[in-house]
């Protein structure tokens, strides 16, 4: 039987710069040029404006630390895509970054009983295809 292909993000001119960083194993968060605020770039309603200080400046792609804690989760026992089958249950966490900005992931390398608000994690990537690398978490030091 052939493996089923998870469904793969969409990459735009405005988060290649993301995706690219994915594909060689680094986390790349906006960083406003003026006051240094950290945003996600793939965060909702995504607009060159500042969210802190309102700067219309370009925003520069910055190296994220990679490590964050657990804001909150939930655990998926339903499979909703037949390429998640052999995964449930499995846990998608809010991730608070070191750098401010939160993300939305799966957190691996622990059984989901075990995982804990403000848990310690870290990033790590999970190749999909040629193209798509996805950021990841497990906790840290592991």
Not at 39 to 53: K, V
Not at 98 to 120: F, L, Y
């Amino acid at each position: 039987m052939a493996q089923i292909q998870k469904p793969l993000p969409a990459i735009t001119e405005t988060t290649k710069p993301y995706w690219e960083a994915a594909r060689r194993h680094e986390l790349l968060l906006l960083k406003c040029v003026d006051c240094g605020h950290y945003r996600h770039p793939l965060a909702p309603g995504q607009s060159f404006m500042c969210p802190n200080c309102t700067s219309v400046k370009q925003p520069q792609w910055a190296k994220a630390s990679g490590r964050g804690k657990i804001a909150t989760w939930t655990v998926v026992h339903k499979v909703f895509h037949p390429a998640f089958a052999d995964e449930a249950p499995y846990v998608v966490a809010i991730v608070q970054l070191e750098e401010g900005p939160r993300m939305i992931a799966n957190v691996r390398g622990i059984k989901p009983e075990d995982i804990r608000a403000d848990m310690e994690v870290e990033v790590f990537f999970e190749d999909l295809t040629e193209e798509i690398t996805l950021p990841q978490f497990r906790p840290a030091g592991k």
